[in-house]
């Protein structure tokens, strides 16, 4: 089996740094090609990899299209970039695909403006330990004249659980590259390609990567690219990550379901009905009536032989859309729908913000809370080496087709976009149930985009390359 | 446009016209262009989109056996490297019902727009044509395609009456569930069928649907036909050795025959595929942004795939005989998503053509061609012909890249559509199928666990 180059890949990619509990986001612009060069080759050393497992601290890094377009590297290399990246996740195209219209669309965002350049993820095991290393990154920006834009910080919940009250964070793609053992059985576990430039992906192809033609490559500091020798792999070890800030309308979520529900146990079922998975994390595919504790972190079922019909899993339900498993409505068997659903798959990496409503976050006492300003929810992240293929294709042909699965009107309950005019309706949620689906009318926006860019999360050798490039 | 054009003409109405069976199917007419006159038809196909936008209910009305129009230019390519195909002009049409009267509906109702745009074509007659004079031209210059419909069997006006039925059963059987009445499935569908037919508007649906079996046989008598004449030719082969008589020895011949030029063409095509492959050259984000921004609508888009095929006559021939027997099994075939598509051979063979018109994005439909290994390989017997398309060992074993070329190759060669009509804006395909479902289960025998698994269809 290929062997990854741990070395080189940035450690985020093959962990969470889940032991290290306080994290921050910053978003800078550069100023000076020049001086960034600089910066990066002072700050690539201190980039956490994946052959490390860091105690105390971790730092990775990350860059925009425009970012390395200020960096003046090539145009053959700023070209090789995919066509998504180097627009945008603010350009037309992109917000049509992605859904980001109405009180989603980018004019009503925080940030998410073209002169963002880098990231730097800062995680440390305790706020304390990430204040010190945030400093240290000031101190370092500051002389090389760095910008800081935006600081976006985390902060984890309970239990690992999302600001509605769910266990999240369960459901995760395995790299196989990983496993100490070649599974007999492949299913549930993926090639490196999927999530990691440089190796192969489900089609058997190298995953498609930026290149810089061989002559730019005068250091020698770039791999070959397998599929032509003319070429450097600047991609290698490297991924795309995906970032979306998205506020969760916490206390409107809980107040719909009360206000459709004649108890609390229902309110909570029929935000259950929504998730996929009940507050826990049991999934309504194994334990539809009640949550089983034992079963919180299952994530070992699928669909087609247990729930066709979405009568315990509703087909509209969050986890349905964002990975049908082994059933899609479209398809004629569940060999088909397995090995289609797998091509879309993403590496979740994201991290809550703000503050919770409840400390421990139980459905029950947050249908009892009381609206307050404070802003919170999700930084979503997700790392794939086809943009289009896996992230955008989850978010536009089934996070918000509104006729996913033979629906009607529905986008994804929790994360789609729901409006409704002349041409388009996409906020209801239909549950099937004997004798007649229930159909839920006038979803609101439960989770509002704040925020977002596509970025490079390049290999070590890469950053390198970027720093040393003349 | 000039808006005259509307009361100038007959306009039919829906509510009289009626289709002498169900069957979808395709009509492809094409005419040559000179390629400095492209820009031009271009100009005037656009100018209908715009029209089309306002007049959407007018076309509606008008067109009752139409479901897509695909109209476009298709630019000169080159075959083998060598060869230069025309500059044409394509009018795709998915229609129900008889061809001859699809092909009047459109002279009567795009009339004067399919003239002012066939004309600037050297093989439009000099002389004005009047509505039989346009209707006889657009029959000749029509040529067959191998057709696919993935909602087989139901008409326009069924598209609308059998949303509005479902939606009403809803509301019914809601109000049902909300007084918590508590009928065995038997009971409940039995109300529901009561309610349809003392519904003044819903009563229609107790009637049977129409053309049921004839439909089927007009699909199917020609498979039928070919697997009689092969089984003929298997029972004569076995007569042959007990009798003599000539019939008996041709008809014994058809079937190896038939054999035998398969295998044949296998083992050109074989040496064929040694051929060293040419990718296409990749479109760039320019263009590709160019075709996206004509995907716009919220259900259904369409795409048009416009190839030159690989060098040799081989591919010709074989992709000739392998569209038609994939229209002899075209009702068994599924592919998902996609409302209409066809697939077509023009120039002598030289290029392949293929519309689809299908649920969302181009993206993510392509997606359905690449991502299972068994469609991808059904795409392979047709679009491995195609210039550009991945290269193949036997049809359909793929060779390194397949999935990356495979997409490549359909953006390189996807054209740009500059008039696209869809009869209907609001459904996907499933929704179109459940529609249907959910009408044909209404006074059909059920057990419990059948009727349970109706209801889901509301
Ligand atoms: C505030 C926004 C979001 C919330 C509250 C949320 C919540 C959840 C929860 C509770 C789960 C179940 C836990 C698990 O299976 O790991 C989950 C799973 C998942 N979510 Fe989200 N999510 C959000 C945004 C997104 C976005 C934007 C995407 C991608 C477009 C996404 C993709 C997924 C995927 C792929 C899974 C795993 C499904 C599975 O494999 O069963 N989520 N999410």
């Not at chain 1, 100023?31 to 990066?40: H, I, M, Q």
């Not at chain 1, 699965?405 to 005019?421: F, K, M, T, V």
């Amino acid at each position: 089996m290929t062997t990854l180059e741990k070395d080189d890949i940035q450690g985020l990619l093959i962990r969470g740094h889940g032991n290290l509990s306080s994290a921050s986001y910053l978003l800078y612009t550069f100023t000076d090609p020049a001086k960034a060069r600089v910066f990066l080759q002072e700050i690539v050393p201190k980039v956490t990899t994946a052959s490390e497992k860091p105690e105390e601290q971790a730092l990775q890094i990350a860059l925009t299209y425009e970012g390395l377009a200020f960096l003046k590297l090539p145009p053959a290399l700023l070209n090789s970039f995919c066509r998504e990246f180097k627009e945008g996740m603010t350009e037309l195209q992109r917000q049509f695909i992605l859904g980001d219209t109405g009180e989603n669309a980018p004019q009503n965002w925080t940030w998410g403006e073209k002169n963002i350049h880098l990231m730097l993820m800062v995680f440390g095991k305790d706020l304390e330990k990430l204040e010190s290393t945030l400093s240290q990154i000031k101190i370092l920006t500051a002389s090389f004249q760095v910008e800081l834009l935006h600081t976006l910080p985390t902060g984890m919940l309970h239990a690992r659980k999302e600001h509605f009250g769910f266990r999240d964070d369960i459901s995760r793609p395995i790299i196989r590259e990983l496993l100490k053992e070649v599974p007999g059985d492949t299913a549930g576990t993926f090639p490196a390609g999927e999530f990691i430039m440089g190796y192969k992906n489900l089609y058997d192809e190298y995953a498609p990567s930026p290149t810089v033609p061989e002559a730019l490559d005068k250091e020698g500091e770039l791999p070959h690219h397998p599929d032509d020798a003319t070429l450097k792999d600047l991609g290698k070890n490297g991924t795309y990550l995906v970032f979306r800030q998205m506020e969760q309308k916490v206390h409107a979520f809980w107040q719909y379901m009360q206000a459709q529900s004649s108890d609390k146990a229902s309110a909570i079922a029929l935000a259950s009905k929504m998730v996929g998975r009940w507050p826990d994390g049991s999934p309504l595919t194994l334990c539809p009536n009640q949550p089983d504790p034992n079963l919180s972190e299952a994530n070992d079922f699928g669909f087609w032989k247990e729930d066709k019909a979405g009568l315990k899993c509703p087909i509209g339900s969050h986890i349905r859309r964002t990975n049908p498993r082994d059933h899609l409505v479209t398809e004629n068997t569940q060999k088909d729908s397995t090995e289609m659903a797998a091509k879309h798959r993403m590496i979740r990496k994201g991290r809550p913000y703000g503050p919770p409503v409840t400390p421990e976050l139980k459905p029950e006492d947050m249908l009892d809370s009381i609206e307050d300003d404070r802003e919170r929810g999700l930084h979503f992240i997700c790392m794939v080496t086809d943009i289009r293929r896996q992230f955008e294709f989850v978010q536009n042909n089934w996070v918000n087709f509104h006729k996913f699965g033979g629906l009607e009107n529905d986008a994804d309950p929790i994360i789609g976009n729901h409006y409704q005019h002349e041409s388009r309706k996409t906020n209801e949620f239909s549950i099937p149930k004997y004798p007649v689906r229930r159909k839920l009318d006038h979803l609101p926006n439960f989770t509002i985009i704040k925020g977002g860019a596509y970025f490079f999360f390049p290999g070590i050798r890469a950053l390198q390359y970027m720093a040393n490039h003349d | 446009m000039d808006c005259n054009w509307q009361t100038n003409f007959f306009i039919l109405s829906k509510n009289f016209y009626q289709p002498m069976s169900t069957v979808h199917k395709g009509l492809t007419i094409t005419v040559t262009l000179d390629e400095e006159k492209i820009p031009y038809v271009n100009g005037l196909l656009f100018e209908y989109r715009k029209d089309l936008s306002i007049y959407q209910e007018k076309y509606h009305k008008s067109l009752p056996s139409t479901f897509f129009i695909s109209w476009l230019t298709l630019p000169a390519q080159t075959y083998a490297g060598k060869e230069k195909l025309p500059a044409r002009i394509i009018l795709m049409s998915s229609y129900v019902g008889s061809k001859s009267s699809h092909i009047q509906e459109l002279a009567t109702f795009l009339g004067p727009q399919i003239k002012q745009v066939l004309s600037q074509s050297r093989e439009y007659p000099k002389n004005d044509l009047d509505k039989p004079g346009l209707v006889s031209f657009l029959k000749r210059k029509s040529i067959p395609n191998t057709f696919y419909s993935g909602f087989k069997f139901i008409s326009t006006t069924e598209v609308d009456k059998e949303k509005k039925l479902k939606a009403e059963v809803w509301k019914y059987a809601q109000g049902l569930a909300d007084q918590g009445d508590p009928s065995s499935p038997k009971e409940v569908k039995e109300k529901i069928e009561n309610f349809v037919k003392n519904h003044p508007q819903l009563v229609w649906a107790s009637k049977k649907i129409p053309y049921g079996l004839s439909n089927k046989v007009h699909m199917l008598w020609p498979l039928a036909l070919f697997g009689l004449v092969m089984l003929t030719s298997l029972v004569s082969i076995v007569l042959c050795f007990f009798i003599d008589p000539l019939v008996i020895k041709i008809l014994a011949c058809i079937l190896p025959l038939f054999i035998l030029v398969v295998v044949f063409l296998f083992l050109l095509l074989r040496l064929n595929e040694n051929i060293s492959h040419e990718p296409s050259p990749e479109l760039s984000d320019e263009k590709v942004r160019e075709i996206v921004a004509l995907e716009t609508n919220p259900v259904i888009n369409e795409m048009t795939v416009i190839a030159p095929l690989k060098r040799g006559w081989i591919r010709r021939v074989f992709l000739a005989l392998t569209l038609k027997l994939v229209g002899l099994v075209s009702y068994f075939a599924y592919i998902p998503t996609v409302h209409t598509a066809r697939w077509l051979q023009m120039d002598k063979g030289k290029r392949l053509v293929f519309i689809a018109n299908f649920d969302n994005l181009s993206e993510a439909y392509a997606h359905d061609f690449v991502d299972s290994e068994r469609r991808s390989m059904n795409m392979a017997v047709i679009f491995s012909h195609a210039f550009g398309f991945p290269a193949t060992r036997w049809l359909v074993h793929k060779q390194y890249n397949h999935r990356s070329n495979y997409m490549k190759g359909v953006r390189a060669h996807q054209k740009v559509t500059q008039f696209w009509y869809t009869c209907q804006q609001d459904l996907s395909v499933e929704n179109l199928k459940r529609n249907r479902a959910f009408r044909a289960g209404l006074y059909k025998e059920m057990d419990d666990p059948e009727i349970k698994d109706w209801l889901l269809t509301l």
